[in-house]
């Protein structure tokens, strides 16, 4: 529940296309955590961990791409014309979903929580659908969690309309800028 680059992006596009768009990046975040659960019993986020060329490179990526969507929602809401913007074709063109993926997967603390949390609760000889169900635990509770949130901000953006939606597209853009260089500095 601790906000994150994950409730960004959702917040932007609960704001900026409804519901629906805030439901889709919440998918698309749940289905990267789902990835992350399987590459942690896979031993591919043991080698992210041990590599510190792929975990920078990762790093950086999740970086560039968190500024890239916190420009891309900053600058119009500055201009003033942030109203609906691309995601109102969100729900039906996949971006939400895949936004939402794609955050989560460049997200190297991701990483961290699976390979620091989650074999705290596998021990050696229990079969992987033990951690796969672990992490879609944590998939589903995510994903109730940010239709929560997506629910409520979409119903505020709906009620205060442009203004609230331009605030909101500042401060998220802001924080998402934020959250990005925050990640492309951190050890």
Known sequence: MTPGPDTAITTRNALRGGWP???LTAGGVAVGQLVWAAATGAGLVAVLAASALAFTMVKLAGAGYLIFLGLRTLLPATRGGAERSE??????????FLQGLVNNLLNPKCAAIFLSVFPQFVHPGDPPARLLLLGGLFALMTFTWLN?????LARAGRRFGGRLKRAADTVAGTVMIGLGLRVAVSR
Do not use: C, N, P
């Open 87 to 96: 995601a109102v074709g969100v729900a039906g063109s996949g971006s939400a």
């Open 21 to 23: 768009a805030a439901s």
């Open 148 to 152: 929560i949130v997506g629910a409520l």
